[in-house]
């Protein structure tokens, strides 16, 4: 997918104004309305253009796509990373409808922004409300936690330029919750008009990237390595899990690939989640000349072709 650089889109410096953006925009448009221009890719640069400006025009959509263009390194080729728009609170402005505008448009915003209100605001209306994605670790989840974040919110200062502020807000993590559940902040979105309640702030649960262990739904999965005595023979082997060190046993004549299920001891809720273990045969390397010798005598004595289901 191709980077779009909306700056250059609109012909503005990363750095305009917000009323610097409208003018640009306001003098592109009709230069390159398909209804007057006389331009041979008009229409297609309209569109471009109407893309660049949905995002430009909203301090919130500007800021984290300028969270982005931070980190890419150029070139034609470009995915965002995973969860880059993680700790940026956002209200519930609209992202317009994403299957009008390109790939690059859709997957960043096409999800990540709920439709905003229309119309007049009735008298004593509720708050917007706002959300966020924030990262947790699977510990979090699997104890319970009471956790300090700092979230990113975008606002316009006094100049006109997009600006972000920190926000601090001490959160309880609930034991059991998994990646894509809410967490709701009840008054922590925008102000209620005249005597109207606060809206409320929804964080969106997403795990970083454990060490050990991937993550499912409820349920856990870890790869673990046994040497090729331990899955011929069988064993009894220790295993991390979250909740601690546990003893496994290997049945014999186990092969690389084999799932083992501890049960209920993946992620708590109810039911609770399964941890599943993934065998891994680990070879010793044949790094001395007796590791050398035991492996030629393995090859002459074991007479074992693990390559016979395909006929060679």
């Known amino acids: 997918m191709e980077y779009k650089d909306y700056y250059k889109i609109m012909g503005v410096a990363r750095n305009a104004t917000q009323d610097e953006i409208k003018r640009a925009y306001r003098k592109l448009a009709r230069k390159y309305h ?16 109407g893309e660049a400006y949905e995002v430009l025009k909203d301090a919130e959509k500007r800021a984290a796509y300028d969270q982005l263009g931070a980190n890419w390194k150029g070139g034609q080729e470009f995915s965002p990373p995973p969860n880059w728009n993680s700790g940026f609170e956002f209200s519930g402005g609209s992202a317009g409808d994403a ?22 605001t009735p008298p004593h209306a509720k708050g917007e409300d706002h959300h966020a994605k924030v990262l947790i670790d699977l510990e979090d989840s699997y104890q319970g936690a009471t956790r300090t974040i700092t979230l990113r919110v975008p606002m316009v200062d006094s100049q006109g330029h997009v600006v972000t502020k920190d926000r601090v807000l001490n959160v309880t993590i609930p034991k059991g919750i998994r990646a894509g559940q809410h967490i709701r902040l009840s008054g922590q979105g925008s102000p209620g008009a005249a005597q109207g309640a606060a809206g409320d702030l929804y964080l969106e649960i997403e795990f970083r990237p454990h060490p050990l262990y991937r993550i499912d739904g409820r349920d856990l999965y870890l790869d673990l390595p046994v040497t090729p005595w331990e899955a011929a023979l069988g064993a009894t082997v220790k295993v991390p899990t979250p909740g601690g060190i546990i003893e496994l046993k290997i049945p014999e004549g186990s092969g690389s690939g084999r799932k083992l299920r501890l049960k209920e001891r993946g992620i708590p809720g109810d039911p609770p989640g399964d941890l599943y273990v ?16 035991l492996y030629r005598k393995m090859a002459q004595e074991l007479n074992f072709n693990p390559r016979a289901k395909l006929g060679v």
């Open 34 to 49: 398909p209804d007057v221009s006389k331009e041979a890719d008009a229409e297609a640069r309209f569109k471009e253009l």
């Open 99 to 120: 299957a009008d505008f390109s790939d690059f448009f859709a997957s960043l915003f096409g999800r990540e922004f709920r439709a905003g209100g229309t119309g007049r």
């Open 278 to 293: 993934m065998l891994a045969i680990a070879l010793p390397p044949a790094d001395t000349e007796a590791a050398r010798d």
